[in-house]
Protein backbone atom coordinates (compact mmCIF):
# COMPACT_ATOMS: atom_id res chain seq x y z
CA UNK A 1 0.00 0.00 0.00
CA UNK A 2 1.18 3.32 -0.88
CA UNK A 3 2.67 5.67 2.13
CA UNK A 4 0.32 8.56 1.11
CA UNK A 5 -1.95 9.30 3.25
CA UNK A 6 -5.40 10.69 1.57
CA UNK A 7 -7.99 12.89 3.24
CA UNK A 8 -10.52 15.49 2.89
CA UNK A 9 -9.78 18.87 3.57
CA UNK A 10 -12.58 19.34 5.72
CA UNK A 11 -11.97 15.91 7.21
CA UNK A 12 -8.37 17.41 8.65
CA UNK A 13 -9.90 20.21 9.82
CA UNK A 14 -12.12 18.71 12.01
CA UNK A 15 -9.23 16.77 13.22
CA UNK A 16 -7.29 19.66 14.32
CA UNK A 17 -10.02 21.14 16.30
CA UNK A 18 -11.49 17.40 17.84
CA UNK A 19 -14.79 17.51 16.43
CA UNK A 20 -16.22 14.19 14.64
CA UNK A 21 -17.60 15.14 11.47
CA UNK A 22 -19.56 12.81 9.18
CA UNK A 23 -16.73 12.94 6.36
CA UNK A 24 -15.40 10.07 4.99
CA UNK A 25 -11.17 9.90 5.08
CA UNK A 26 -8.98 7.56 3.86
CA UNK A 27 -6.24 5.89 6.00
CA UNK A 28 -2.92 4.12 5.59
CA UNK A 29 -2.94 1.30 6.96
CA UNK A 30 -5.54 -1.52 8.64
CA UNK A 31 -3.84 -0.95 12.19
CA UNK A 32 -5.34 2.94 11.74
CA UNK A 33 -8.10 2.14 11.97
CA UNK A 34 -11.57 1.16 14.73
CA UNK A 35 -10.65 -1.74 16.41
CA UNK A 36 -13.29 -3.35 14.87
CA UNK A 37 -13.07 -2.82 11.43
CA UNK A 38 -8.98 -3.32 11.59
CA UNK A 39 -9.75 -7.12 12.85
CA UNK A 40 -12.46 -8.02 10.68
CA UNK A 41 -10.41 -6.97 7.46
CA UNK A 42 -7.25 -8.65 8.58
CA UNK A 43 -9.41 -11.73 8.66
CA UNK A 44 -10.94 -11.36 5.82
CA UNK A 45 -7.46 -10.38 4.17
CA UNK A 46 -5.77 -13.06 5.38
CA UNK A 47 -2.60 -13.04 3.06
CA UNK A 48 -3.91 -10.48 1.34
CA UNK A 49 -3.34 -7.97 4.12
CA UNK A 50 -0.19 -6.70 2.75
CA UNK A 51 -1.87 -5.90 -1.24
CA UNK A 52 -4.05 -3.63 0.15
CA UNK A 53 -4.05 -0.47 -1.79
CA UNK A 54 -6.67 2.07 -0.64
CA UNK A 55 -9.31 2.35 2.70
CA UNK A 56 -11.88 4.51 3.04
CA UNK A 57 -13.36 4.57 6.41
CA UNK A 58 -17.15 6.45 6.45
CA UNK A 59 -19.05 7.39 9.56
CA UNK A 60 -22.64 6.54 9.93
CA UNK A 61 -23.89 8.66 7.38
CA UNK A 62 -27.32 9.90 7.39
CA UNK A 63 -29.34 12.65 5.39
CA UNK A 64 -32.80 13.26 3.50
CA UNK A 65 -33.45 10.24 2.02
CA UNK A 66 -30.71 8.55 2.59
CA UNK A 67 -28.61 6.48 5.28
CA UNK A 68 -25.47 4.18 5.78
CA UNK A 69 -24.16 2.75 8.63
CA UNK A 70 -20.46 3.19 9.57
CA UNK A 71 -17.97 1.38 7.19
CA UNK A 72 -14.65 0.50 5.51
CA UNK A 73 -14.27 0.10 1.83
CA UNK A 74 -11.18 -1.30 1.09
CA UNK A 75 -9.77 -2.41 -2.68
CA UNK A 76 -6.55 -4.70 -2.99
CA UNK A 77 -5.01 -5.12 -6.60
CA UNK A 78 -8.27 -7.62 -7.83
CA UNK A 79 -11.14 -7.10 -5.68
CA UNK A 80 -13.20 -4.85 -3.42
CA UNK A 81 -14.06 -5.27 0.36
CA UNK A 82 -16.80 -3.72 2.14
CA UNK A 83 -17.28 -4.29 5.91
CA UNK A 84 -20.01 -2.36 7.44
CA UNK A 85 -20.96 -2.19 11.01
CA UNK A 86 -24.18 -4.18 12.18
CA UNK A 87 -26.02 -5.00 15.01
CA UNK A 88 -23.91 -8.05 15.86
CA UNK A 89 -20.93 -6.65 14.96
CA UNK A 90 -18.73 -5.55 11.76
CA UNK A 91 -19.54 -8.10 9.03
CA UNK A 92 -17.62 -8.25 5.34
CA UNK A 93 -18.53 -8.55 1.74
CA UNK A 94 -16.50 -8.84 -0.75
CA UNK A 95 -16.29 -9.24 -4.82
CA UNK A 96 -13.34 -9.28 -7.65
CA UNK A 97 -13.45 -6.15 -9.88
CA UNK A 98 -13.99 -8.58 -13.00
CA UNK A 99 -17.02 -9.22 -11.20
CA UNK A 100 -18.52 -5.67 -11.57
CA UNK A 101 -21.51 -5.06 -14.28
CA UNK A 102 -22.34 -1.69 -13.21
CA UNK A 103 -20.47 0.66 -10.82
CA UNK A 104 -22.85 3.59 -10.27
CA UNK A 105 -21.94 6.99 -8.65
CA UNK A 106 -24.66 9.45 -7.90
CA UNK A 107 -24.35 12.59 -6.80
CA UNK A 108 -26.51 15.17 -5.11
CA UNK A 109 -26.95 18.78 -3.23
CA UNK A 110 -25.90 16.68 0.12
CA UNK A 111 -24.93 13.58 -0.14
CA UNK A 112 -23.03 11.00 -2.62
CA UNK A 113 -23.64 6.74 -2.84
CA UNK A 114 -21.75 4.22 -4.75
CA UNK A 115 -23.39 0.64 -5.72
CA UNK A 116 -21.34 -1.80 -7.03
CA UNK A 117 -23.75 -4.90 -9.04
CA UNK A 118 -21.85 -7.73 -9.74
CA UNK A 119 -22.28 -10.78 -11.99
CA UNK A 120 -23.30 -13.73 -11.18
CA UNK A 121 -23.46 -15.00 -7.39
CA UNK A 122 -21.03 -12.22 -6.60
CA UNK A 123 -22.11 -9.27 -3.80
CA UNK A 124 -23.08 -6.38 -4.67
CA UNK A 125 -22.95 -3.13 -2.35
CA UNK A 126 -24.22 0.37 -1.45
CA UNK A 127 -22.04 3.14 0.22
CA UNK A 128 -23.77 6.50 1.08
CA UNK A 129 -21.27 8.99 1.80
CA UNK A 130 -20.88 12.70 2.11
CA UNK A 131 -20.48 14.93 -1.04
CA UNK A 132 -17.01 16.15 0.70
CA UNK A 133 -15.83 12.68 0.27
CA UNK A 134 -16.94 12.55 -3.40
CA UNK A 135 -12.59 12.50 -4.41
CA UNK A 136 -12.26 9.25 -2.36
CA UNK A 137 -15.13 7.50 -3.66
CA UNK A 138 -14.51 8.52 -7.85
CA UNK A 139 -10.73 7.35 -7.23
CA UNK A 140 -11.76 4.01 -5.42
CA UNK A 141 -14.05 3.73 -8.60
CA UNK A 142 -11.06 4.62 -11.41
CA UNK A 143 -8.82 2.00 -9.51
CA UNK A 144 -12.28 -0.34 -9.94
CA UNK A 145 -12.21 -0.19 -13.58
CA UNK A 146 -8.70 -0.23 -14.24
CA UNK A 147 -8.73 -3.47 -12.57
CA UNK A 148 -11.53 -4.97 -13.71
CA UNK A 149 -10.82 -4.63 -17.78
CA UNK A 150 -7.11 -5.24 -18.27
CA UNK A 151 -5.25 -3.74 -20.80
CA UNK A 152 -6.83 -1.98 -23.47
CA UNK A 153 -6.50 -4.02 -26.48
CA UNK A 154 -7.67 -1.59 -29.66
CA UNK A 155 -5.16 0.07 -32.01
CA UNK A 156 -5.26 3.65 -32.71
CA UNK A 157 -9.55 4.01 -33.07
CA UNK A 158 -10.65 7.26 -33.68
CA UNK A 159 -10.81 9.94 -30.92
CA UNK A 160 -14.19 11.53 -30.13
CA UNK A 161 -13.98 15.16 -30.24
CA UNK A 162 -15.37 17.04 -27.07
CA UNK A 163 -16.69 20.21 -28.69
CA UNK A 164 -20.28 19.96 -29.82
CA UNK A 165 -20.97 18.85 -25.78
CA UNK A 166 -22.02 21.34 -23.70
CA UNK A 167 -20.08 22.69 -20.98
CA UNK A 168 -21.73 20.77 -18.15
CA UNK A 169 -21.17 17.57 -19.73
CA UNK A 170 -17.50 18.49 -21.13
CA UNK A 171 -16.79 19.40 -17.57
CA UNK A 172 -18.36 15.98 -15.92
CA UNK A 173 -16.92 13.79 -18.20
CA UNK A 174 -13.40 15.89 -17.53
CA UNK A 175 -14.19 14.63 -13.88
CA UNK A 176 -15.34 10.88 -14.39
CA UNK A 177 -13.57 9.72 -17.41
CA UNK A 178 -10.54 7.32 -15.88
CA UNK A 179 -7.11 9.09 -15.91
CA UNK A 180 -5.40 7.95 -19.01
CA UNK A 181 -8.63 6.73 -20.63
CA UNK A 182 -9.17 8.36 -24.24
CA UNK A 183 -13.12 8.33 -25.56
CA UNK A 184 -13.59 6.58 -28.84
CA UNK A 185 -17.04 7.42 -29.14
CA UNK A 186 -19.83 10.05 -27.90
CA UNK A 187 -23.61 10.78 -28.08
CA UNK A 188 -25.81 13.25 -25.77
CA UNK A 189 -29.16 14.23 -25.47
CA UNK A 190 -31.14 16.81 -24.29
CA UNK A 191 -34.44 16.75 -21.54
CA UNK A 192 -37.85 17.71 -24.81
CA UNK A 193 -40.62 18.11 -22.31
CA UNK A 194 -41.26 21.83 -21.34
CA UNK A 195 -40.97 22.47 -17.34
CA UNK A 196 -43.91 21.58 -16.30
CA UNK A 197 -45.46 18.98 -18.63
CA UNK A 198 -44.29 15.84 -15.92
CA UNK A 199 -47.26 17.48 -14.35
CA UNK A 200 -49.51 17.08 -17.25
CA UNK A 201 -48.38 13.41 -18.17
CA UNK A 202 -47.69 12.53 -14.00
CA UNK A 203 -44.33 11.75 -15.09
CA UNK A 204 -40.43 13.34 -15.29
CA UNK A 205 -39.19 13.45 -18.97
CA UNK A 206 -36.11 11.47 -19.85
CA UNK A 207 -33.12 13.44 -17.99
CA UNK A 208 -30.48 15.47 -20.30
CA UNK A 209 -27.66 12.63 -20.33
CA UNK A 210 -24.20 11.86 -22.59
CA UNK A 211 -22.58 8.53 -22.57
CA UNK A 212 -19.16 7.82 -24.11
CA UNK A 213 -16.99 5.19 -24.71
CA UNK A 214 -13.58 4.23 -23.52
CA UNK A 215 -11.45 1.39 -24.36
CA UNK A 216 -12.50 0.10 -20.78
CA UNK A 217 -16.08 0.90 -20.22
CA UNK A 218 -18.91 2.31 -21.29
CA UNK A 219 -19.52 5.69 -18.76
CA UNK A 220 -23.10 7.20 -19.28
CA UNK A 221 -23.73 10.42 -16.74
CA UNK A 222 -27.00 11.60 -16.57
CA UNK A 223 -29.24 14.16 -14.50
CA UNK A 224 -31.21 12.87 -11.69
CA UNK A 225 -35.07 12.71 -13.01
CA UNK A 226 -37.33 15.37 -11.86
CA UNK A 227 -40.88 15.16 -10.74
CA UNK A 228 -42.98 15.17 -7.63
CA UNK A 229 -42.69 11.30 -6.27
CA UNK A 230 -39.97 9.88 -9.51
CA UNK A 231 -37.24 10.23 -7.71
CA UNK A 232 -35.27 7.63 -6.63
CA UNK A 233 -34.12 6.88 -3.40
CA UNK A 234 -31.44 9.44 -2.77
CA UNK A 235 -31.47 11.71 -5.82
CA UNK A 236 -31.89 15.09 -6.31
CA UNK A 237 -32.95 17.43 -9.03
CA UNK A 238 -29.35 18.60 -8.57
CA UNK A 239 -26.24 16.64 -8.86
CA UNK A 240 -25.42 13.89 -11.54
CA UNK A 241 -25.43 10.04 -11.84
CA UNK A 242 -22.35 8.27 -13.56
CA UNK A 243 -22.60 4.69 -14.77
CA UNK A 244 -19.68 2.38 -15.57
CA UNK A 245 -20.42 -0.54 -17.71
CA UNK A 246 -16.88 -2.36 -17.72
CA UNK A 247 -16.43 -3.33 -21.47
CA UNK A 248 -14.73 -6.86 -20.89
CA UNK A 249 -18.31 -8.37 -20.34
CA UNK A 250 -20.65 -9.19 -22.85
CA UNK A 251 -23.32 -6.74 -23.77
CA UNK A 252 -26.69 -6.83 -25.22
CA UNK A 253 -29.36 -3.89 -26.42
CA UNK A 254 -33.16 -4.17 -26.44
CA UNK A 255 -35.55 -1.62 -26.44
CA UNK A 256 -38.77 -1.06 -24.95
CA UNK A 257 -42.24 0.32 -26.28
CA UNK A 258 -42.27 4.19 -26.67
CA UNK A 259 -43.84 6.16 -24.08
CA UNK A 260 -44.32 9.67 -24.02
CA UNK A 261 -42.06 10.81 -25.96
CA UNK A 262 -39.40 8.54 -24.75
CA UNK A 263 -37.73 5.16 -25.70
CA UNK A 264 -36.05 3.31 -22.83
CA UNK A 265 -33.17 1.07 -23.94
CA UNK A 266 -32.03 -2.02 -21.48
CA UNK A 267 -28.28 -2.84 -21.64
CA UNK A 268 -28.35 -6.45 -20.95
CA UNK A 269 -24.74 -7.44 -19.19
CA UNK A 270 -22.98 -10.59 -19.02
CA UNK A 271 -23.35 -14.23 -20.14
CA UNK A 272 -26.67 -14.47 -21.97
CA UNK A 273 -29.21 -14.92 -21.21
CA UNK A 274 -28.52 -11.75 -19.19
CA UNK A 275 -29.15 -11.12 -15.45
CA UNK A 276 -27.83 -7.61 -14.90
CA UNK A 277 -29.52 -4.93 -16.58
CA UNK A 278 -29.11 -1.09 -17.09
CA UNK A 279 -31.88 0.84 -18.19
CA UNK A 280 -31.90 4.52 -19.88
CA UNK A 281 -35.05 6.83 -21.20
CA UNK A 282 -33.93 9.28 -23.86
CA UNK A 283 -36.43 10.91 -25.96
CA UNK A 284 -37.70 9.40 -29.00
CA UNK A 285 -36.41 12.12 -31.55
CA UNK A 286 -32.89 11.60 -30.22
CA UNK A 287 -32.44 8.27 -29.24
CA UNK A 288 -31.05 7.23 -33.11
CA UNK A 289 -27.78 8.31 -32.85
CA UNK A 290 -27.52 6.76 -29.01
CA UNK A 291 -28.57 3.20 -30.29
CA UNK A 292 -26.35 3.53 -32.99
CA UNK A 293 -23.67 4.08 -30.38
CA UNK A 294 -24.46 1.79 -27.75
CA UNK A 295 -25.04 -1.03 -30.67
CA UNK A 296 -21.33 -0.50 -31.77
CA UNK A 297 -20.34 -1.39 -27.90
CA UNK A 298 -22.51 -4.21 -27.66
CA UNK A 299 -20.82 -5.81 -30.49
CA UNK A 300 -17.15 -5.27 -30.01
CA UNK A 301 -17.96 -6.43 -26.44
CA UNK A 302 -19.60 -10.35 -28.20
Same mark, same amino acid.
Given at each position: ?16 ? +? ?7 ? @??? =??? /???? $??? &? #? ?107 ? +? ?7 ? @??? =??? /???? $??? &? #? ?119 ? =? ?8
Amino acid at each position: MTGILRTSSFGRQAAAV +GRALPFSES @VDS =LDA /LPEA $FAA &A #LKAELSDEACDVRFLIHSPAFDTIGQSSPENVFALTSRRWILAARTHAGVACSAAPFASAAVVELTMILLGGQLRIQSIGSAPACVIGFNMVSIDLFREAVFMIIAGSA +GESQSVNPP @VAD =LAP /LSFK $FRT &A #LAEQIPPGEVIRGLRSWERELPPLAWLLFSRPAAPSGVAAVTDRCLCIITDPQTGKGKQRRGESPHGKIVTYLPRHHALTLRYEPRSRGDQALILGIGPQPATEHHALRIPVRQAGSVIEL =LSSVAESAS
